[in-house]
């Protein structure tokens, strides 16, 4: 192998490993028009019910129409973010103690067909 060759594969490994570890340290969302979105440019909504610090109380049915924005296991909190740990035993994200979730009904990146449902549901901001 030259020396130019393993200075290039030094790179591309270098480079490789930043890049993977600047993808797990990404938020698991961001503010887009004012509103949160997942990674995919979803809204993101929160729920009025979702009263008590660190627990989801959309779970079987809600959450089939909710999604939760779920985080991988072993997910830990990071600035503004706190992980809960739902009925299921699964993790959902949640920005500023409040449980973060999807709603079926939005098709595309930034629809917001779930704001204000029942009166409980709210995008996130």
């Known amino acids: 192998m030259t020396k130019i060759s393993k200075t290039l594969l030094g790179l591309l490994t270098a480079a490789a490993l930043a890049t993977s570890g600047m993808a797990f340290a990404a938020d698991p969302a961001m503010v887009k028009d004012g509103m949160m979105v997942d990674q995919k440019g979803m809204t993101l909504y929160t729920f009025d019910k979702d009263t008590t610090a660190g627990k989801s109380m ?42 973060l979730y999807t709603f079926k009904m939005d098709k ?6 779930g704001d204000g449902k029942g009166d409980v549901w709210h995008v996130a901001k």
């Open 58 to 99: 959309c779970n079987d049915k809600c959450s089939e129409n909710w999604p939760p924005l779920m985080a991988p296991a072993g997910a830990k909190a990071m600035g503004n973010w706190s992980v809960v740990k739902r009925d299921d035993g699964t993790m959902q994200w949640a920005s500023g103690g409040k449980p």
């Open 108 to 113: 595309k990146a930034g629809d917001m067909n």
